[in-house]
């Protein structure tokens, strides 16, 4: 859920609250006009004192909507404390019906209205307020309910996004080794035909691997994960002298896009090793990264091989979907196509900048 999600909801919910009392007290005043009209009163004129009257008798309970809802959440009705939760639900009720109705009743009492509660006489007003307090309880448990529901729909909402935590910690973990790995025995095969190279190599390596070992979050703006690939690929070209042909188009609003870390490292350690290494004459890699309204398209392509090789265990590509799919769901797409002259991998995500809610 994005940042600007749960305000939203809050929103909708005292929304919900606010239609609720209105719609309540119109059905009152429905029912107490239609108990005027079977006593032979007629038919009379829709009466808007007995509305705010109405309205106010039951403001008490929007008011203490807040306390309900925060015993939801610190007693909530499960599988590990439902007893204890119903009595203290239970308690709370013999404790705010009859306080909730007797301030409702005390405000109705503010206004003049013909056989209304302005006209109940002070020694009557308990005797009231239990009879009230009846009518009462299908509202408590009503408002209890809905901040039960809320309060477990938050606990859900909280163990999903840990699990998409302990998954998306998962799926880095596996690329840190399957990168480092891969990279250095491209550098011990080259430490035997050229060791001042493979030296080289070793110091842009140690370079990369702090910063890949670096814990930064979620998302990175996509400026840093094109400087880290960028990175990568003169590694490459220390290990693949003037093979390798790399371009970046990348639109100006695009650059502070946030995305997964090391999102496009494995991509482009698949077209090199998969791609630009086994042609004799190298070949070109382009990456080019466009926000279309509210999304991110970004597009990787690059030469095929000279000759079909047999495909390798596609850990980077489905790793890559895999962390996608975990922080958006099926917001994402994540598509390869191949041809016998180049590959292409597209990437589709939601457009957000690092540190915002999504747009």
């Not at 307020?129 to 809320?150: D, E, F, H």
Request: glycine share 6%; charged share 20%; net charge positive.
């Amino acid at each position: 859920m994005s940042a600007g999600a749960a305000p939203n909801r809050h929103f909708f919910i005292a929304g919900a609250f606010l239609a609720a009392w209105v719609l309540l007290a119109l059905a009152s005043v429905h029912a107490l006009m239609a108990s005027r009209q079977v006593a032979g009163q007629g038919a009379p004129p829709f009466d808007w004192l007995l509305l705010a009257s109405e309205l106010l008798r039951l403001s008490p309970w929007v008011a203490a909507a807040p306390l309900l809802f925060w015993l939801a959440r610190r007693f909530p009705i499960s599988e590990q404390g439902t007893a204890r939760a119903i009595v203290v639900h239970a308690l709370a009720a013999v404790v705010l019906i009859p306080l909730v109705t007797l301030c409702g009743i005390l405000l109705a009492r503010t206004i003049e209205i013909p056989n209304g509660f302005s006209s109940l006489k002070p020694d009557r007003i308990l005797w009231a307020t239990i009879m009230m307090s009846l009518y009462g309880l299908p509202i408590y448990i009503s408002v209890a309910a809905t901040g039960q529901a809320n309060a477990y729909f938050e606990r859900y909402r909280i163990r999903e996004r840990l699990l998409a935590q302990a998954q998306l910690r998962a799926l880095q973990a596996q690329i840190n080794p399957h990168f480092l790995f891969n990279t250095l025995n491209a550098i011990a095969a080259l430490g035997h035909r050229d060791p001042s190279r493979a030296e080289i190599a070793l110091s842009r390596l140690s370079e990369l691997i702090r910063t890949a070992l670096a814990d930064r979050g979620q998302t990175v703006p996509l400026k840093d994960e094109i400087a880290f690939v960028r990175g990568y690929i003169d590694l490459y070209e220390v290990l693949l002298p003037e093979k390798i042909r790399a371009t970046f188009d990348v639109d100006d609003e695009a650059w502070n896009a946030a995305v997964p870390p090391m999102l496009l490292q494995p991509l482009i350690e698949n077209a090199i090793v998969h791609g630009i290494a086994k042609r004799a004459q190298g070949g070109g890699i382009g990456l080019t990264a466009r926000k279309d309204g509210g999304r991110l398209t970004i597009a990787l392509v690059n030469d095929a091989a000279d000759k079909p090789t047999t495909p390798g265990n596609a850990v980077g590509l489905a790793n890559v979907r895999e962390r996608l799919r975990a922080l958006y769901g099926n917001a994402q797409a994540c598509e390869l196509t191949a041809t016998v002259e180049r590959a292409t991998v597209t990437l589709s995500l939601p457009f957000t900048r690092v540190g915002a809610a999504r747009e």
